[in-house]
C-alpha cells in the first residue's frame, strides 16, 4: 500500500522558518519525482516546488523562489521543504505527491499538513 504522510506544518509568525517532511512507503521512492503543492483558503491547489528523481534538478513556484528549499534522502524515502522567511500568503494546506517524471501529473498523493504564517 502506497503511503505519502507529511508532517511538519504549524503556526508561525510573518519571517519565521518551517520544515515540512512527507515520508512514503510501498513505491519505489527513488524512481519518482516529488512535487509539493499547496491550496489556500478559496483558492486552487499550486504547485510550490518539485525535484527530480535523481540530479537534483529542481523546480520553484515564483512566489517562493529563494525562500523555500526542495530536497529529498533516497536512503529515508523522504522529501523535505524549508520554508524560509514565511509570508501570511503562505498560508494553506501543503500536500506532497509522486509523479513519475518533473513532466506528469502526480498520482500518488499525501493528506496534506496545514501551514499557517500569522501575527
Known amino acids: 500500500q502506497v503511503q505519502l504522510v507529511e508532517s511538519g506544518g504549524g503556526l508561525v509568525q510573518p519571517g519565521e522558518s518551517l520544515t515540512l517532511s512527507c515520508a512514503t512507503s510501498g513505491l519505489i521512492f527513488s524512481s519518482y519525482a516529488m512535487n509539493w503543492y499547496r491550496q489556500a483558503p478559496g483558492k486552487e491547489r499550486e504547485l510550490v516546488a518539485s525535484?527530480?528523481?535523481?540530479?537534483?534538478?529542481?523546480n520553484y513556484a515564483d512566489s517562493v523562489k529563494g525562500r523555500f528549499f526542495i530536497s529529498r534522502d533516497n536512503a529515508k524515502n523522504t522529501v523535505y521543504l524549508q520554508m524560509n522567511k514565511l509570508k501570511p500568503e503562505d498560508t494553506g494546506v501543503y500536500y506532497c505527491?509522486?509523479?513519475?517524471?518533473?513532466?506528469?501529473?502526480?498520482?500518488?498523493w499525501g493528506q496534506g499538513t496545514q501551514v499557517t504564517v500569522s501575527s
Open positions: 505527491a509522486a509523479a513519475r517524471s518533473l513532466t506528469t501529473t502526480p498520482h500518488r
Open positions: 525535484i527530480a528523481s535523481i540530479g537534483g534538478i529542481t
